[in-house]
């Protein structure tokens, strides 16, 4: 059975914010993925921070985050919108973009034009690197900074009846 301090904090009122809108809770312990439950729909899918105190930074609540309520302290949380990173590469010299940062062959040919969909797909080398060909199954790396750059071959199996 529960002790009368124990009861009594248990219906103890935590206060906190969200984008300025106030919401409480019964719970002193709470995750990020309550705090994100009160966001508007539209905005579930933004990065949720927790405003620093006088000079500290904001800090990104994730939805595992735990986080404690004071009583009369009441934290104050807001969301941003985070566009999510791009990965561009090339493929025949014609820019593609990704928003995963890891593809394959497949997922490349892809994006292809119909016709060059069933050929060969290769990865030119950097520097003195041999270029090296890229299968369906391969999987690939990509990189904001440097962009990758590949390119097409007909496949030796084409015209053979």
């Avoid at 933004?46 to 930074?57: D, M, S, T, V, W």
């Avoid at 060059?116 to 041999?130: M, N, V």
């Amino acid at each position: 059975m529960a002790t009368e301090h124990e009861h009594k904090k248990h219906k103890e009122k935590h206060f906190f914010f969200v984008d300025g809108d106030k919401h409480e809770t019964h719970e002193e312990h709470v995750t990020g993925a309550l705090i994100r439950s009160k966001l508007p729909e539209t905005k579930r899918g933004y990065a949720l921070f927790e405003e620093g105190h006088h000079h500290e930074p904001e800090k990104e609540i994730h939805d595992t985050t735990h986080i404690t309520l004071e009583k009369g302290k009441p934290k104050r949380f807001c969301s941003i919108h985070k566009t999510k990173e791009k990965y561009f590469y090339f493929v025949d010299s014609i820019k593609y973009e990704s928003d995963e940062e890891h593809t394959t062959g497949a997922l490349i040919k892809s994006k292809l034009p119909e016709a060059k969909r069933g050929y060969a797909l290769f990865e030119e080398g950097q520097g003195d690197d041999p270029d090296k060909q890229i299968l369906d199954s391969t999987s690939i790396t990509l990189d904001r900074h440097k962009h990758k750059k590949f390119y097409t071959v007909p496949s030796a199996t084409a015209g053979i009846a």
